[in-house]
């Protein structure tokens, strides 16, 4: 049992987090996308799915299930949906075509590597240009192209690496890697929920501010003056979002320590 | 080079801002010993488990457009607030997965079907023989 998260004392076990997460992703659905590639190539391998058009999600879970049995002609299908955009990724930062197949390639052998590891839970597409973006990392690194981080922070103790605020060291709190990933689920949920509602009311120019304060790092000033809004405007939106965001992390049992930026005015 | 944002020195550490400000990162990290340093703390932050909501954000990727959107925006045939929204995601923001995807869609129109195939061939005739039975 996980002690030390919510304020009231209570305890939040990893159990029922998952449930908790399994509720709000049910209760904000993802949105269904359609495949692109309609029927523009015909392959022995024909998913099992209902009749009609199927979500990009469900069909790639058959597609890996089948990889996972030894299907060629699935491992066949996924190479083909997802090369060039794995290539386009990969080709963007080393402008040599015959480096960035050669890196598309690992990443393929290092998805089948990491195949039974992958749970599913995480969108194929994602995990693919994530392994990507490992195996592009090595061979970046492997050219001299791009330092390696190392592992002390040098002359900075461990406390610098706390954002500053009223929250305890997130460093002291210790938790598990699947923990960690609940957590970060959590919060991707509750980020994504708010997202669709700005997108259904058109509230673009929130979606825009928001993003620009938290996934660009830029300040208030700045997002005001490439949006055209006022910094008034732009400390309201970033006020509410994070208050409701609050809110959710509140409900689920979780500590807002791990998230320091919550605690932000 | 403008001041680098803790948020973009996480993306640095994904490999997930365009490529032009990786190159110009990779260029500042081997002149300023301050910018190592931060690189060096995000980089302890997140081992720490501290939460980052951009990271989160980019990572699940959660605002980026379906590949489907792309093809309509492609076709002109997307609302202009909606396609408002993709430019700025793609050139204000910078989303390099969602650029590879426009990237490809385009790029299928123009490529020879044979070189693609060809080259789509050799992956799964190197990598096949992994696949468990």
């Not at chain 1, 709000?24 to 022995?44: D, I, N, P, Y």
């Amino acid at each position: 049992m996980f002690r030390g998260g919510p304020r009231d004392g209570s305890v939040i076990s990893e159990a029922q987090l998952r449930a908790q997460l399994t509720t709000t992703r049910q209760a904000f659905s993802t949105r269904q996308v359609f495949s692109s590639r309609g029927c523009r190539r015909v392959h022995a391998f024909t998913p099992m799915i209902g009749e009609g058009m199927v979500g990009n999600r469900q069909f790639d879970k058959v597609l890996v299930d089948s990889i996972r049995r030894g299907d060629e002609d699935a491992w066949r299908e996924l190479i083909d949906r997802y090369e060039g955009r794995l290539l386009a990724y990969v080709d963007s930062r080393l402008r040599n075509r015959s480096s960035s197949q050669d890196v598309v390639q690992e990443a393929f052998v290092g998805f089948l590597t990491s195949l039974p590891n992958y749970d599913g839970a995480r969108p194929l597409e994602n995990y693919l240009f994530s392994i990507a973006a490992h195996k592009l990392t090595d061979h970046l690194r492997r050219e001299g192209r791009r330092p390696t981080v190392p592992l002390s922070p040098g002359r900075s103790s461990q406390a610098s690496w706390d954002l500053p605020g009223r929250a305890r060291p997130a460093s002291s709190i210790v938790r598990s890697g699947e923990r960690r990933e609940l957590e970060a689920d959590a919060l991707s949920a509750a980020i994504d929920a708010q997202i669709q509602r700005w997108k259904k009311r058109g509230s673009w120019r929130k979606l825009m501010c928001i993003e620009l304060l938290f996934v660009r790092g830029l300040p208030n000033k700045e997002v005001a003056g490439r949006l055209g809004i006022s910094e008034q405007d732009v400390a309201n939106y970033k006020f509410d979002f994070l208050a409701r965001l609050r809110t959710v992390i509140r409900k689920q049992g979780l500590s807002e320590d791990v998230f320091p930026e919550l605690s932000q005015s | 080079m403008s001041e680098v944002s803790d948020s973009d020195l996480e993306a640095y550490l994904d490999e997930s801002l365009p490529a032009v400000e990786m190159a110009g990162i990779e260029a500042a990290l081997r002149r300023e010993a301050a910018l190592r340093e931060r690189l060096v703390t995000a980089s302890g932050r997140r081992d720490a488990g501290v939460h980052s909501l951009g990271a989160i954000w980019r990572r699940h990727r959660l605002s980026c457009p379906s590949r489907e959107q792309f093809g309509s925006y492609l076709l002109g045939a997307l609302s202009e607030e909606e396609a408002d929204y993709i430019r700025f995601h793609l050139e204000t923001i910078g989303c390099r997965y969602c650029q590879a995807n426009l990237a490809d869609l385009k790029s299928q129109r123009l490529e020879a079907s044979d070189e693609a195939h060809g080259r789509r061939r050799r992956y799964f005739q190197s990598s096949a023989g992994m696949l468990r039975r």
